[in-house]
């Protein structure tokens, strides 16, 4: 190589380019950064803002919203949130008790027993349902889950159908593959030489599965769980097709409720801005924006323990 090829190469690598003077690449990816955390802040605070209109407006009947009674029709017109409350939260604990022991068995079979054909079929299977819309499930659970239940589990003095059973079921359809994928992920995150001290112990498969693996994998298995209440909780058009819309208190499975997404997505098409009305459909909001940071602060406080573990 030439000395003026090498006095040209030193001149090149002894001057940084206008680029990299630019630092370009970390300044557009601080940029996106602190565009994503300005656009959830301003959510938020529309949101709350919004949610909070009803306590600053006379007249507004605010002191309703701690009732049970929803007649925004009525003179005066009351504004009762608990029946949307209590409703989503049972149909969506209902779902929860429902599907956790069956996503949890499933992710164990997958993580411990099943052979690599069956994971190979079954992976792709979950994946497949996590993408398909919530429309089809409430359309399916109109014309199967509906009709089936009140074919078969109806008596004398009560009707199942639309109710508090159908959308818990639709819920646990729905649910089952985010809480079996986050599982078995926590799950396969559980060291091998765990297991190999278990049974070189001379335990059991099903031993090691009980006193090891799931005591190492609880934080994890807590957290599909909570991911799936939330995904549950926020659910509207699917739980809205068979849950039957009723603004009541739920008192027995064969009931029809309303939960806060599917009253808001029924409402909203109703109202004006800045009418009573309108402002307790944005507290509903608000609600479930609340319910849904709880879970998420929950989903965080369980993953540093695991850290921890």
């Not at 206008?18 to 950064?33: G, I, S």
């Not at 299977?125 to 409430?138: D, K």
């Amino acid at each position: 190589m030439s000395t003026s090829t090498l006095t040209a190469a030193s001149r090149l690598l002894g001057r940084p380019r206008f680029l990299d003077r630019l630092d370009l690449p970390r300044r557009l990816v601080t940029a996106a950064a602190g565009s994503m955390v300005l656009i959830v802040t301003l959510m938020l605070g529309f949101v709350a803002w919004n949610g909070i209109q009803i306590f600053l407006t006379p007249g507004s009947n605010a002191g309703s919203v701690f009732s049970t009674a929803w007649q925004p029709l009525a003179n005066p017109a009351s504004f009762g949130l608990l029946p949307f409350v209590t409703g989503t939260l049972a149909v969506t604990m209902l779902a929860v008790a429902i599907s956790t022991p069956l996503s949890v068995g499933l992710a164990l079979f997958l993580a411990e027993v099943a052979p690599v054909w069956a994971r190979a079929v079954v992976q792709p299977a979950l994946e497949i349902f996590v993408g398909i819309p919530s429309v089809v499930y409430g359309w399916l659970g109109i014309t199967i889950l509906v009709p089936w239940l009140r074919e078969n589990f109806s008596g004398v003095g009560f009707t199942v159908g639309f109710s508090w059973l159908a959308g818990s079921l639709v819920l646990t359809v729905m649910i089952l593959p985010t809480i079996t994928s986050i599982a078995y992920d926590a799950f396969r995150a559980v060291p091998g030489d765990l297991r190999a001290a278990s049974l070189a112990l001379g335990t059991t498969r099903w031993q090691t599965i009980r006193h090891v693996l799931l005591p190492a994998s609880a934080a994890g298995v807590l957290t599909a769980v909570i991911l799936g209440m939330t995904r549950a909780a926020g659910e509207a058009l699917a739980v809205q097709m068979v849950i039957g819309n009723r603004p009541t208190m739920p008192t027995g499975l064969t009931q029809p409720l309303s939960t806060l997404t599917s009253q808001i997505t029924l409402d909203m098409g109703n109202t004006v801005a800045g009418e009573p009305w309108n402002q307790a459909l944005w507290t509903m909001s608000l609600v479930l924006l609340l319910i849904a940071v709880g879970f998420v602060l929950l989903v965080r406080w369980l993953n540093g323990r695991r850290q921890t573990f």
